[in-house]
Antibody, heavy 117, light 108 residues
Framework: QLQLQESGPGLVKPSETLSLTCTVSGGSISSSSYYWGWIRQPPGKGLEWIGSIYYSGSTYYNPSLKSRVTISVDTSKNQFSLKLSSVTAADTAVYYC?????????WGRGTLVTVSS | DIQMTQSPSSLSASVGDRVTITCRASQSISSYLNWYQQKPGKAPKLLIYAASSLQSGVPSRFSGSGSGTDFTLTISSLQPEDFATYYCQQSYSTPQITFGPGTKVDIK
């Protein structure tokens, strides 16, 4: 069955770029039925959609983060990635990748990224 | 963009209680509304999609209703494993979606 797994550094310095990868296993990321998304959750707070990508490379971003976010896909590795630039402490959160079928029916376990010097 | 609100922000209930959570959209979203349950330290879990369709494997005590701007999640008889935070999410403007702020259900 399809599974998603986030990976990347757990600690990022302020002003640097946060980089995470989501590896999809048990199925193809190139399915025409789905987008693939990133969602984050600051400690003790709610869920915030960051952005989504289609296997073709079409991207959609949260307007509040758009200037700092890049999402890309590597179909040969069955992965999609998130880059968030110029991070501050406000970007400290658990970052989730998930399958987007108009609803998020499959999620990774999440990875905590702390922004601190 | 479409804003989502939820009420109440938290509630206390007992096992066996009927629990109702409300979600409101800032504009009509037809039936493009999903509900999630999240337990501490875990990823959210899809409960209800398209306002009233039960996701596979979700107990039938969960139900959803509504259309347009007003939606409801109902737990008919609260079980110990249902104590969690619940989020609504609009998919009308998919893939540019928004979540509600969440409703925490805890033990009275």
């Amino acid at each position: 069955q399809l599974q998603l797994q986030e990976s990347g550094p757990g600690l990022v310095k302020p002003s640097e770029t946060l980089s995470l990868t989501c590896t999809v296993s048990g199925g193809s990321i190139s399915s025409s039925s789905y987008y693939w998304g990133w969602i984050r959750q600051p400690p003790g707070k709610g869920l915030e959609w960051i952005g989504s990508i289609y296997y073709s490379g079409s991207t959609y971003y949260n307007p509040s983060l758009k200037s700092r976010v890049t999402i890309s896909v590597d179909t040969s590795k069955n992965q999609f990635s998130l880059k968030l630039s110029s991070v501050t402490a406000a970007d400290t959160a658990v970052y989730y990748c998930a399958r987007d079928y108009s609803n998020y029916d499959l999620w990774g376990r999440g990875t905590l990224v702390t922004v601190s010097s | 963009d479409i804003q989502m609100t939820q009420s109440p922000s938290s509630l206390s209930a007992s096992v066996g209680d009927r629990v109702t959570i409300t979600c409101r959209a800032s504009q009509s979203i037809s039936s493009y509304l999903n509900w999630y349950q999240q337990k501490p330290g875990k990823a959210p879990k899809l409960l209800i999609y398209a306002a009233s369709s039960l996701q596979s494997g979700v107990p039938s005590r969960f139900s959803g209703s509504g259309s347009g701007t007003d939606f409801t999640l109902t737990i008919s008889s609260l079980q110990p494993e249902d104590f969690a935070t619940y989020y609504c999410q609009q998919s009308y403007s998919t893939p540019q979606i928004t979540f509600g702020p969440g409703t925490k259900v805890d033990i009275k």
